[in-house]
């Protein structure tokens, strides 16, 4: 190898390699007998370079998108740290750049070199070239794979014209043994070539008692030799389990054919086929509220298709966690099995994850899936296959590549989780076939979110099957009348700030203001007065039984109702209508939220300050009162409104009493013909001709068959009599169209 090599003996690769040798535990065979001069390791690095290079290429992986237009990502060791990192390709394919990787040539067509799992869809080429590139590239395939090894075979069609292949022989008990390396991957180490030798030694031995499983600190892509240049052995990756024989020659390692790997991936395809199943659920429309700044636009669709495992009672698994409003809103579920649409029904929900269950209404003819019985110890050294799904309509696309455990990590109540070395977002299974993990979400309290799939803790199912059938009561699909819920506490407040923290003398207690929430009102009959709340208090903390404490910060202000512009209102184009918050506090609002994902009926204590002294108090979240987003609406399509019966809230707003007639305009649709007279959202109608209407029921009934209308509109204190004349009499006829009625939906709204 000539000048273009450059030998970089840097302090971090010595020093990576020499803390192996601070932490073994001594071999026989395996020792350099007592410490080695630089002098002495710079001429053995020169001469190894000169002996072993000719066994050693670079591999070039050319790579492209798969057939779906995706990138792959990649493992690969990295020798300064001595530790696997991940790597996405999709620079590397935009940049006309290879990835990179050591070989060693162990016959005359034949290379070993890492397993970096690419998947067979991403790799447009490979090739291998002289270090130096004094010498054209030769193309070669993957032709086998060393799992236990984590290293891979490729062959070239013929003998590979630059290389001399290496031999390997086992060395004496005596001899002291080197590990020398050559790398350049252009991100790692700078676009240099690096060469690099250190006496070896095995590094420490690690026993992990969860598992029962020895393994064996090694430097990776390294080849092991003696100090005459003889290879000994090769070593592709950092760890190496005890019960295999870390000196062994390649020859001797246990192999998978290219022909078995792709047979295992082929039956992981039938499997998915035959026994995960599209599964396409609906979700009821919500009534359209006005937009205020607590809606969130989610864009939560009310039709949407996730997959479905097929369990040995012949019920559907789905790991897809719903909150409470959506599955309360689960109207109609449908599993598409042999481009059949079969109807199932809803079973029931996992109380601690994010899975529910359903019952096709006919038995599935297909096997159910087998679920793998093993531990994290079994996967140290297993090439599994990651499968990501991808929903069409009422299919799922399967993408199916390489992946392996990279580790464990704990998650919610300390249940131990899977780190995958490339996706943790799919299903996982074994080379045998068998479904070993998915990725499920933890039900806990106080955590946000509805459709979720993505990025969810991957579990191995043998340890959490047994949860999917415990159900929890109160998530399933509701009558309309109950898909609408609030957690309730029953207190109005503003946001702390530094003047505010100042003059009750709480600045310390309140981070200057930055935290906290002054109550400044509390309605009667609530839980906030039954427990005892106070105008004047400071909320700071809401801890649930379970699940994660709620900080009152800023995030969980009330808009300023103060704000409404009445005096501008005739000046607002329609149109903005539905961007306008209400005039009226909020029922929810996002401390409410907080409460409905806590849970109804669930326990918690709020944290408050009065007068200074930090106080707590014990609380049940309730269930809110009639209010303007849970009352019942009616929609009349003639007019072009949608009214509602004036709640408590909007009562007390307008300081009506509780005998004051009226119904509130809840929507206006622009351009119709209550638009057009100049009636507004939160109007209220309270005559219809000359008879009062006190709900929605009465103005129904005084409205039903009219082609022409007189209606009295108030705005706060002011009356006006508005004529208008229909094209159609009004009808409230099931099947007639009704007003424009969106699917926005409202946030964070629990069922009883």
């Not at 409404?564 to 903005?576: G, H, L, S």
């Not at 219809?688 to 005084?702: L, R, S, T, Y």
Request: proline share 6%; aromatic share 8%; hydrophobic share 40%.
């Amino acid at each position: 190898m000539n000048k273009q090599v450059k030998m970089w003996l840097m302090a971090g690769c010595l020093a990576s390699f020499m803390a192996y040798a601070d932490d073994v535990v001594p071999a026989e065979n395996a020792v350099a007998k007592e410490p080695v001069s630089v002098e002495k390791m710079q001429k053995l690095n020169n001469d190894l370079l000169q002996k072993l290079s000719p066994g050693m290429v670079r591999v070039n992986y050319f790579l492209k998108p798969d057939k779906n237009g995706k990138y792959t990502s990649t493992q690969y060791f990295c020798p300064g740290c001595q530790r696997m990192h991940s790597k996405s390709t999709e620079s590397l394919v935009r940049s006309l750049i290879p990835m990179t990787a050591i070989g060693m040539v162990s016959a005359d067509n034949k290379v070993l070199t890492q397993d970096l799992l690419l998947s067979a869809d991403n790799i447009a080429r490979i090739e291998i070239e002289p270090f130096d590139r004094s010498a054209a590239p030769v193309a070669v395939t993957v032709s086998g794979y060393y799992p236990e090894r984590r290293a891979i075979q490729l062959s070239a069609a013929e003998a590979i014209p630059f290389a001399a292949p290496l031999k390997f022989a086992a060395p004496k008990n005596d001899a002291p043994l080197y590990g020398f390396f050559i790398t350049d991957d252009a991100e790692e180490s700078y676009g240099i070539t690096v060469a690099g030798v250190n006496p070896f030694q095995p590094g420490m031995v690690i026993r992990d008692l969860t598992d029962n499983l020895e393994y064996m600190k090694l430097p990776g892509n390294t080849l092991i030799v003696t100090e005459d240049g003889t290879p000994a052995a090769a070593s592709f990756n950092n760890t190496l389990n005890l019960k295999l024989d870390y000196l062994a020659a390649p020859e001797t390692w246990n192999a998978v054919s290219q022909e078995e790997m792709q047979k295992s991936k082929a039956n992981i395809q039938d499997i998915l086929q035959a026994s995960v199943l599209p599964v396409k659920l609906k979700l009821a429309e919500l009534p359209k509220v006005n937009s205020n700044r607590y809606e969130r636009d989610d864009d939560m669709p009310l039709e949407f298709t996730v997959p479905g495992i097929v369990q040995d009672n012949g019920n559907v698994m789905i790991p897809v966690r719903l909150d409470a409003t959506a599955t309360a809103r689960l109207e109609n579920i449908t599993i598409t099995f042999k481009d059949e649409d079969i109807p199932a029904s809803f079973v029931g929900t996992s109380k601690e994850l994010g899975t529910f269950t359903v019952k096709p209404d006919k038995v599935l003819d297909t096997q159910p899936i087998k679920i793998a019985d093993l531990t994290f110890g079994d996967l140290a050294d297993m090439r599994l296959w990651t499968v990501e799904m991808v929903p069409q309509d009422k299919k799922l696309n399967f993408i199916i590549f390489p992946d392996r455990c990279a580790g464990t990590s704990l998650g919610y109540k300390n249940q131990r989780t899977l780190r995958m070395a490339k996706a943790e977002d799919s299903f996982i299974f074994t080379p045998n076939g068998e479904l070993l993990a998915v990725n499920i979400a933890f039900r806990e309290q106080g955590k946000t979110g509805r459709y979720s799939q993505d990025r969810e803790p991957v579990l191995l199912l043998a340890a959490v099957k047994d949860k999917f059938d415990e159900y929890n009561p109160d998530l399933v699909p509701k009558s309309e009348s109950e898909r609408v819920v609030i957690g309730y506490l029953g207190a109005t407040y503003q946001e702390m700030n530094s003047e505010l923290a100042e003059a009750h003398d709480v600045v310390s207690a309140t981070n200057n203001g930055d935290l906290g929430l002054l109550v400044a009102d509390v309605s009667a009959d609530s839980p906030a007065a039954a427990a005892g709340l106070q105008v004047g208090d400071i909320m700071l903390r809401l801890v649930p039984e379970t699940g994660s404490p709620v900080d009152l910060d800023g995030r969980y202000s009330e808009y300023d109702m103060s704000d409404f512009p009445w005096n501008r209102y005739d000046e607002f184009p329609e149109q903005y209508f539905d961007e306008m918050p209400t005039p009226w506090p909020n029922m929810n609002n996002p401390l409410h939220q907080a409460l409905t994902q806590f849970g109804i009926g669930q326990k918690y204590q709020l944290i408050f300050l009065r007068n200074g002294e930090r106080q707590t108090i014990d609380l049940t979240v309730g269930n809110a009162p009639e209010n303007f987003y849970s009352t019942t609406r009616l929609a009349v399509p003639e007019l072009g409104v949608t009214v509602c019966n004036i709640t408590p809230e909007v009562r007390k707003y307008f300081r009506m009493d509780n005998q004051a007639e009226g119904v509130l305009i809840a929507r206006e649709k622009a351009g119709s013909k209550a638009s057009i007279a100049g009636l507004k959202p939160y109007e209220i109608i309270a005559k219809v001709g000359d008879v009062p209407v006190h709900n929605i029921d009465e103005f129904k009934q005084a409205v039903t068959g009219a082609t022409e209308l007189k209606l009295e509109i108030k705005r706060l204190a002011v009356s006006r009599i508005v004529n208008i004349k229909l094209n159609d009499p009004v009808s409230f006829d099931a099947t007639a169209p009704k007003a424009d009625e969106s699917t926005e939906e409202i946030i964070a709204i629990e069922t009883k």
